[in-house]
């Protein structure tokens, strides 16, 4: 299973993850990076040819699969960015509070399990500064009752070869309990077969107004 892990799993998604629906998500979502930024999951590096090296001084690049980081390296040497990553999974954030302006998950949040999810959020929140942003790319449970119900059919399989992913998260939802104000949402289905792959949200969000007045008055 580690070999499977660590070799197999991370070439499978570095194949099949980034479909050109989802690369001009990408370029659209990372575009609003700015500051320090942490990319929590940050997988093979996918993101990197996004972020303006202008606009990031610097970028943490949180990802526990070692498989993942080989892959994220070579891409690294394609950037200007300053890049420093963090052999941590998404819930063990290693930086001190408010150490960054941007979050960015793209499909991690439906990857983390069910037990460290609060945990992660919790995280985000803590290392976010009062006027920070986080930013995501996530699949996630689709509007379409029809839809909804393949998702659940399909999600075991998924959860499975995919290494925890979720289809049935309802990710506006999530975002909003897990302490943060949507600012704009989108979402659609970045194939038209099957729908119960490929639909995402996509979208910004600020921390909740009481906790952004909080921290704004500790500063």
Not at 194 to 203: E, Q
Request: net charge positive.
């Amino acid at each position: 299973m580690d070999f499977y892990r660590d070799h197999v799993y991370p070439h499978l998604v570095n194949l099949l993850g980034d479909p050109h629906p989802i690369r001009e998500i990408r370029q659209r979502v990372i575009s609003l990076a700015q500051g320090k930024v942490l990319e929590i999951g940050a997988g093979s590096g996918l993101n990197f040819a996004y972020y303006d090296p202008t606009q990031v001084p610097k970028l943490y690049a949180l990802e526990p699969n070692s498989g993942m980081i080989r892959l994220a390296e070579k891409r690294r040497q394609r950037t200007k960015l300053e890049i420093e990553f963090l052999g941590l999974p998404g819930e063990q954030i290693p930086l001190e509070d408010r150490a960054v302006d941007t979050v960015v998950s793209t499909f991690t949040l439906c990857t983390i399990s069910s037990h460290s999810l609060p945990e992660a959020l919790r995280g985000i929140r803590r290392v976010l500064k009062p006027s920070g942003k986080f930013i995501f790319i996530e699949l996630g449970l689709s509007p379409d009752a029809r839809v909804q119900a393949w998702q659940k059919r399909w999600e075991p399989i998924h959860h499975r070869v995919f290494q925890g992913l979720h289809l049935t998260r309802d990710i506006p939802s999530l975002v909003t309990q897990g302490g943060f104000q949507v600012e704009e949402i989108k979402s659609a289905y970045f194939a038209e077969f099957p729908k119960s792959w490929t639909h995402y949200w996509w979208g910004a969000a600020g921390l909740q107004s009481r906790e952004r007045r909080s921290r704004a008055c500790s500063n």
